[in-house]
């Protein structure tokens, strides 16, 4: 048995420039696990606490040195002589050192780092790769929770949600819906649904650039993010680079939306600044995507209403639920109470899971179970705010998730999970 000998925290920088927390454990043998905790720009009301210095002659306020403190202080020496295969343990030790509801003593953010960092030397001490290590925790919440056993797969390799045209938080707030993604569900493998991927990213850079729009201006996540006329003209640039890259849509290669709608909520109307400050009420938006699922290889649509349009919500399902996914990002803040709610209310069908949203890996796992034993999918997701850490590539194979969700092909913070998931195919073959 290997036990943490040693804990170490430092401030480094995410994808935007913008502080984060790294954690690093030594472990009694003196090997090294580490881990880095993203943060997002588009985030719901529910989501745990991001701690800031709020220091505004360091990084605008942004710096992150009382978590790295908060690390080196508090929790190191709670830490410290556990076995680190032991997650549920370390992650019930971090709740008790910040029992809030939303991490507001410590900060989701100090405890995740914790938590992954110990989830990676679990995977050390346990001689496996790190997938393959986040499996077995995953398999052991899935079997505590009674999900039914063939909802319990073996690790796989998840269908990819690849961000195509950036709009809202992501990109200055060029268009209202903030994500145009693309699937490609007919290809064989994932290796080929990645070249496939940039091949239709290539081209809708060309069409852009043809059309006169910023065919190279990108957006956090690397997604294009050009000033269109219309959030309808997004999705006919998208399906126009899969028909140039000799795909067929609908077929080949499908649609998602990530619409974010609590961004442009304003008070009972959905305000559409991309198209001349129309405003929409929750029938008429939910009208809006039904129309475009019917006149487009639409799938999945992420946040379609606002976070707490419960009422909206259950008619989108209503209507849309039986033929598209219906994803919850900020509706749900991968947060157990709030799915079992969308349970309960029968609202949506799909959970999107950002551990940082919650705060601990456990936590994460449990809100996963929880989905899964009532026949929600789980989509794994970046945020916007990212950085070199792969671990999410490792977690969406490992609990064998419907879909992962990263952002665009390029951005090297966004290859580093991409490329992830290319050697984990590999270990699956040959496992």
Not at 279 to 298: H, N
Request: one cysteine or more; hydrophobic letters at 40%; glycine letters at 8%.
């Amino acid at each position: 048995m290997s036990t943490i000998r040693h804990l170490q925290a430092r401030e480094v920088l995410d994808s935007r420039g913008k502080p984060t927390v790294e954690c690093e454990i030594t472990l009694e043998d003196g090997r090294l696990a580490r881990a880095i905790v993203p943060s997002g720009a588009s985030t719901g009301r529910a989501e745990a606490h991001e701690l800031r210095d709020q220091d505004p002659l360091r990084y605008d306020g942004d710096g992150t040195l009382r978590a790295v403190q908060y690390l080196r202080e508090t929790i190191a020496p709670a830490l410290i002589g556990i076995d680190p295969t032991k997650q549920s343990l370390v992650d019930q030790t971090l709740l008790q050192l910040d029992d809030s509801p939303q991490k507001t003593m410590l900060g989701g953010n100090t405890l995740l780092a914790a938590s992954l960092a110990t989830a990676h030397a679990g995977a050390l001490a346990q001689n496996l790769p790190l997938f393959a290590w986040l499996a077995k925790l995953w398999q052991a919440e899935a079997t505590r929770q009674q999900v039914p056993a063939d909802r319990i797969l073996s690790p796989r390799m998840p269908l990819p949600m690849i961000n195509m045209i950036s709009g809202g938080k992501h990109a200055g707030g060029n268009l209202d819906f903030q994500d145009i993604l693309i699937q490609p569900v007919g290809a064989p493998d994932y290796r080929t649904g990645l070249e496939w991927t940039v091949r239709v990213y290539r081209r809708l850079g060309e069409l852009l650039t043809a059309a006169g729009y910023e065919g190279r201006l990108v957006g956090d996540e690397g997604g294009y993010g050009p000033r269109l006329p219309s959030n309808r003209a997004a999705v006919e640039f998208v399906l126009q680079a899969i028909e140039h890259a000799k795909l067929r849509p609908g077929e080949d290669v499908n649609l998602a939306l990530d619409v974010a709608a609590t961004h442009f909520l304003r008070g009972e109307t959905y305000h559409l600044a991309a198209e001349q400050g129309r405003g929409l009420t929750p029938a008429e938006m939910i009208d809006r995507l039904e129309t475009w699922t019917s006149e487009f290889p639409i799938v999945s649509i992420e946040d379609g209403l606002a976070e707490d349009d419960w009422s909206g919500w259950q008619s989108l399902t209503t209507r849309l639920g039986a033929r598209v996914r219906l994803v919850g990002d900020d509706l749900f803040a991968t947060n157990e109470v709030r799915v079992a709610r969308g349970i309960r209310e029968e609202v949506a069908n799909a959970v999107l899971i950002k551990v940082n949203q919650i705060g601990t890996l456990s936590e994460a796992l449990a809100t996963m179970a929880l989905a899964r034993r009532h026949g929600y999918a789980c989509i794994v997701s970046a945020r916007s705010g990212e950085t070199e850490d792969s671990t999410l590539a490792d977690l969406a194979v490992a609990t064998a998730a419907e879909g992962v969700k990263i952002g665009s092909v390029v951005r090297s913070e966004r290859l580093a999970k991409y490329n992830q998931l290319l050697r984990i195919e590999d270990q699956i073959a040959t496992r």
